[in-house]
């Protein structure tokens, strides 16, 4: 039996969270995950760190600053700071990350 959830992120774009009595081992490199937009990707990664939650190192260039962490079930996630548009780029781009401020992220 399944069990699944849809969280609305007050954003075109829902979260859906899957529970199957099967297995998953989840791989980063191959895996789907959701890339959370934060104005913060530093104090984010301290916070989640804080409560225990398991965050890889910060990932940096001059566009962007992100990070891998994991939920309980081992997870991947991924949070991500815009520092600036690359040039030629547009904005649009960017409506697809989900609004970290606008979520609740629940950690037990």
């Known amino acids: 039996m399944s069990k699944f959830v849809v969280l609305d992120t007050s954003w075109p774009t829902s979260l859906r969270l899957w529970q199957t009595e099967a ?24 916070e989640l760190e804080l409560k225990g939650t398991v965050a890889e190192e910060m990932i940096k260039d001059d566009y962007v600053s992100f990070f891998f962490f994991y939920d309980p079930d081992g997870n991947v996630l991924e949070t991500c700071l815009v520092h600036e548009e690359r040039p030629g780029s547009s904005s649009v781009q960017h409506k697809y990350f989900l609004p970290v401020k606008n979520m609740k992220l629940i950690l037990t």
């Open 23 to 46: 297995a998953i081992k989840p791989v980063k490199e191959a895996a789907s995950y959701p890339i959370f937009r934060t104005p913060d990707a530093v104090a984010l990664r301290q």
